[in-house]
């Protein structure tokens, strides 16, 4: 069973940065897209930023220019690195992973909270 552990989150002021983290483990199978969501209180969980094993990347226009999604795959980890943050960033943020056998796997979330 595939394992995804996330770290980082916690409470900025509007402007600051984070970095989330994002541990794969137990997988027998290579990890090809790994990514962040993020679901706000009464709202759909959104795509954040996605990338491929050979390091291709995906931005929601929303945070284009703001967050850096980035990874080591020899360590199975994914990070996403979050600046000028704003009030509406403002999430629970869940890490995802999909292998080559197109099973996905999704991480248990962590909150990140921007104050104005």
């Known amino acids: 069973q595939v394992q995804l552990v996330e770290s980082g989150g916690g409470l900025v002021q509007a402007g600051g940065s984070l970095r989330l983290s994002c541990a794969a483990s137990?997988?027998?199978?290579?990890?090809?897209?790994m990514g962040w969501y993020r679901q706000a209180p009464g709202k759909r969980r959104e795509l954040v930023a996605v990338?491929?094993?050979?390091?291709?990347?995906n931005y929601a226009d929303s945070v284009k220019g703001r967050f850096t999604i980035s990874r080591d795959n020899a360590k199975n980890t994914v990070y996403l690195h979050m600046s000028s943050l704003k009030p509406e960033d403002t999430a629970v943020y869940y890490c995802?992973?999909?292998?080559?056998?197109?099973?996905?796997?999704w991480g248990q979330g962590t909150q990140v909270t921007v104050s104005s």
């Open positions: 990338i491929t094993s050979a390091g291709s990347t």
């Open positions: 995802y992973a999909e292998l080559v056998t197109l099973d996905s796997y």
């Open positions: 137990g997988s027998k199978f290579s990890i090809n897209p």
